[in-house]
Each structure stands twice: as structure tokens, then as C-alpha cells.
């Protein structure tokens, strides 16, 4: 089954600012939230039997699909960071008295 070019300009139409909030919301960054938000539209055009109406409407089917995108953005995000070795190192001083002084060490040292 494919969709036609209507179908998927109706439904870019009905959905595109959802989505793309949904994604906004997700990683706080306008870049990657139109990213996500075009490559579901991308998703459904590619594989439109991904989209089973009985299990669900269009829209939760991209949130689904946007969900996805974002998780596999923070994948790659992950593996892309650098390690701060300063961080395996650590040790606080635990003579600082109470907890909340070696918590506020600890996140001094971030």
C-alpha cells in the first residue's frame, strides 16, 4: 500500500506543528526537533504499512515515530560526546561534615 501525495500532504497539514512540538518538547532544540518532526513525514512516506489505523490514529502513530527518532538522536548524541576524565577521578571530601556540602562539591566539580 502507498500513500499518495495528497494523503501526505494532508497529513503533514493535520500534524506537522504537533509533531514537531512533541519533539520540541522532547529535546529542547528547535534544530533537531524540525529534524525529527520532517523525518517522520519521511517515515510514513517510505513505509506507510508501518501505520496500522486499528492500532491507533495517524498522529499517535508519528508520535511514535518522532519518539524513536529523538531516542536514537540521543544514541548518537551519546556516542559522539567526549569523556571528561576529570569525572572518573572524583573523589569528594567526605570530612566536608554534612551530605548536602559533598553533593554541592560534587556538582561544582560538573
Known amino acids: 500500500m502507498a500513500i499518495t501525495e495528497t494523503e501526505l500532504r494532508q497529513a503533514f497539514e493535520n500534524?506537522?506543528?504537533?509533531?514537531?512540538d512533541f519533539a520540541l518538547r522532547m529535546t529542547a532544540s528547535e534544530a533537531t526537533a524540525e529534524d525529527v518532526a520532517q523525518d517522520c513525514f519521511l517515515e510514513l512516506l517510505r513505509n506507510p504499512r508501518g501505520f496500522d489505523p486499528?492500532?491507533?490514529?495517524?498522529?499517535?502513530?508519528?508520535?511514535?515515530?518522532?519518539?524513536?527518532?529523538?531516542?536514537?538522536?540521543?544514541?548518537?548524541?551519546?556516542?559522539?560526546?567526549?569523556m571528561n576524565e576529570d569525572l572518573l577521578t572524583y573523589s569528594p571530601d567526605l570530612t566536608?561534615?554534612?551530605?548536602s556540602e559533598v553533593i554541592r562539591q560534587a556538582v561544582q566539580a560538573l
Open 15 to 20: 500534524h506537522k506543528d504537533a509533531v514537531y
Open 54 to 82: 486499528p492500532r491507533g490514529s495517524l498522529r499517535m502513530f508519528l508520535f511514535g515515530v518522532a519518539r524513536h527518532l529523538v531516542y536514537r538522536h540521543w544514541r548518537k548524541e551519546q556516542r559522539s560526546v567526549p
Open 96 to 99: 566536608a561534615g554534612s551530605l
